[in-house]
T-cell receptor, first 113, second 116 residues
Framework: SQQGEEDPQALSIQEGENATMNCSYK?????LQWYRQNSGRGLVHLIL?????REKHSGRLRVTLDTSKKSSSLLITASRAADTASYFC?????????????FGQGTTLQVKP | NAGVMQNPRHLVRRRGQEARLRCSPM?????VYWYRQLPEEGLKFMVY????????ESGMPKERFSAEFPKEGPSILRIQQVVRGDSAAYFC??????????????FGPGTRLTVL
């Protein structure tokens, strides 16, 4: 079963609007990370949030983590066409002790100019 | 400081041939992870290595796949006797630490393997 599941699977918004993506997971974690992947390209690390943190900001990105609900959200404010990409959450489960990441299926975001 | 480097970026093989994928981690990183991404899917963990050691290969298929990270040189993911189902993007990530709360992984651009 999936450790990380993203919701929605696809999101289409107008430039300037905010985009919110959610991620749920099943087991306890050391941290949760968000990545961006442009079509056919590699992954770009966006934010890492540790299990004892509740919120983190980086530029137009805001990530929240609720360990009681085993969920996280990524908010992109004032979106731009260049934000069009797939966004993945990845968890580092405490049980593994190796740091391997468990990825969700991703949310495909389209920002229309 | 160069990022994680992978080569080749694209690799085409016929069924039954061998594929060798290389990964050079970021300078100072001694932890390497390999992931596979099938079309329209997220990444799946394959193997975790430190220099000269395989730490966790729980995601590796039991046959035809092997990985190494020698004392000198890049990490190699080797696929013998490739089949069409091996067609995927293979990503390498490196980290300065193993596991834990600070395990930020930096990904390479990937190798896209196509098996004809």
């Amino acid at each position: 079963s999936q450790q990380g599941e993203e919701d929605p699977q696809a999101l289409s918004i107008q430039e300037g609007e905010n985009a919110t993506m959610n991620c749920s997971y099943k087991t306890s974690i050391n941290n949760l990370q968000w990545y961006r992947q442009n079509s056919g390209r590699g992954l770009v690390h966006l934010i890492l949030i540790r299990s004892n943190e509740r919120e983190k900001h980086s530029g137009r990105l805001r990530v929240t983590l609720d360990t009681s609900k085993k969920s996280s959200s990524l908010l992109i404010t004032a979106s731009r066409a260049a934000d069009t990409a797939s966004y993945f959450c990845a968890t580092d489960p405490t049980i593994s002790n190796t740091g391997k990441l468990i990825f969700g299926q991703g949310t495909t975001l389209q920002v229309k100019p | 400081n160069a990022g994680v480097m992978q080569n080749p970026r694209h690799l085409v093989r016929r069924r039954g041939q061998e594929a060798r994928l290389r990964c050079s981690p970021m300078k100072g990183h001694s932890h390497v992870y390999w992931y596979r991404q099938l079309p329209e899917e997220g990444l799946k963990f394959m193997v975790y290595l430190q220099k000269e050691n395989i730490i966790d290969e729980s995601g590796m298929p039991k046959e035809r796949f092997s990985a190494e990270f020698p004392k000198e040189g890049p990490s190699i993911l080797r696929i013998q006797q490739v089949v069409r189902g091996d067609s995927a993007a293979y990503f390498c990530a490196s980290s300065p630490k193993r596991g834990g709360s600070y395990n930020e992984q930096f990904f390479g651009p990937g190798t896209r393997l196509t098996v004809l």
